[in-house]
């Protein structure tokens, strides 16, 4: 068994212009907003910035609306699973989530790195692969 460490946790995903200081942009947002970012993971494309944040779900409507404020565009938000991995975990986690018969959508680790955030759209097979 693998405890599901954070429930009620969403990641949005937002849109930048790829330049310097978008990255700072975003989380002096959410801070002013009174949001924890509890995790991060940033990618460049096509003159683009695309971040991954992990907030809390009870702050998404605060947050989506400070980032809209500050002309933020916010692309999606969804339900996601945040859990704790130990060396050698994440191997356990995602072998669970293979013999589950779950699609990982996006991986990447909340502030700390010791945990993974698992989005997929299959949430409650991903669940159950893990309890």
Do not use: W
């Not at 429930?7 to 978008?22: F, Q």
């Not at 191997?91 to 669970?96: E, F, G, I, L, T």
């Not at 990982?104 to 159950?128: F, P, S």
Request: net charge negative; hydrophobic share 50%.
């Amino acid at each position: 068994m693998i405890p599901v460490a954070m429930v009620n946790a969403t990641d949005l995903t937002v849109v930048l212009r790829d330049e310097p200081g978008g990255l700072a942009r975003v989380a002096e947002v959410a801070v002013t907003a009174g949001v924890h970012l509890r995790g991060l993971a940033g990618f460049t494309g096509d003159e683009h910035g695309f971040v991954h944040a992990l907030v809390d779900t009870s702050d998404v409507a605060a947050v989506t609306a400070a980032l809209k404020q500050a002309r933020i565009k916010v692309a999606d938000s969804r339900e996601v699973l945040v859990v704790p991995v130990g060396p050698g975990g994440l191997v356990d986690v995602m072998r669970s989530l293979a013999e589950g018969n779950v699609n990982v959508d996006l991986a990447y680790t909340a502030l700390g790195g010791d945990r993974v955030v698992i989005a997929t759209d299959d949430i409650y097979n991903a669940r159950e692969a893990l309890t």
